[in-house]
């Protein structure tokens, strides 16, 4: 329990001052759960999963998001934020996703059309 408060004090500080939270409320929501701390019901594993996914889109697009918020004069928190979270949500159902779907598929057509090397033909290097 000591170590939510040690990460999550500082993230509700930085909340009340109007500050955007960023990375500190991602690791109390997303890691302390697997620290031991915590029992985590399998219906809420979902919903980390998707946090765990949503985490590099997020960090991909959320500097260029609040960028270009900034220039339109937005200055408010909530907006950034919502804004950042629609655009990471948009790049991972419309890259990511389909990136993972077409590179699955062409990993089991490789092994049906016998392209992968198995272990006796492939080469390894000895240093």
Do not use: W
């Not at 909340?15 to 759960?33: E, K, N």
Request: hydrophobic share 60%; proline share 6%.
């Amino acid at each position: 329990m000591v170590g939510i408060a040690i990460l999550a004090v500082p993230s509700l500080l930085a909340l009340c001052m109007g500050h955007f939270i960023g990375a500190s409320i991602f690791i109390v929501i997303g890691i302390m759960p697997f620290c031991g701390e915590i029992r985590i019901a399998q219906k809420y594993q979902r919903i980390l999963n998707l946090l765990g996914d949503i985490s590099f889109p997020l960090y991909l697009f959320h500097i260029p998001v609040m960028a270009l918020l900034m220039i339109l004069g937005v200055r408010a928190t909530a907006p950034m934020a919502a804004a950042s979270f629609l655009v990471a949500t948009a790049a991972l159902y419309g890259i990511d996703y389909p990136a993972r779907a077409l590179f699955s598929r062409l990993i089991r057509f490789s092994a049906i059309a016998g392209m992968r090397p198995d272990a006796e033909t492939e080469r390894t290097i000895v240093l």
